[in-house]
Nanobody, 119 residues
């Protein structure tokens, strides 16, 4: 079994910064793509950023230039540095990963961490 645990969320003022972390643990041989998703109240979950095992990254347009996704493969940990935060960034942020265990690749979700951007 694999667990993804997010941390780093909280309340921040507009223009501020936060760094989210997602630690993967359990029966892991390796991890392929990882990503951050978010879900705001009353909205569908959306992809924020994703990164391959070779650290090639993609971002949704609304966060380009403000957010940076990165990963530490040795620690099985994913990060999201969020700068210049806006009220519209308020959401629960979820970590997602494609985990290789044995001959299988399975997709896992974390339980989420709340980010609130407000003055």
């Amino acid at each position: 079994q694999v667990q993804l645990v997010e941390s780093g969320g909280g309340l921040v003022q507009p223009g501020g910064s936060l760094r989210l972390s997602c630690a993967a643990s359990g029966s892991i041989f390796s991890i392929n793509a990882m990503g951050w998703y978010r879900q705001a109240p009353g909205k569908e979950r959306e992809l924020v950023a994703a990164i391959t095992s070779a650290s090639s990254a993609v971002y949704t347009d609304s966060v380009k230039g403000r957010f940076t996704i990165s990963r530490d493969n040795a620690k099985n940990t994913l990060y999201l540095q969020m700068n210049s935060l806006k009220p519209e960034d308020t959401a629960v942020y979820y970590c997602n990963a494609d985990v290789v265990a044995g001959l299988r690749v399975m997709n896992y979700w974390g339980k989420g961490t709340l980010v609130t951007v407000s003055s």
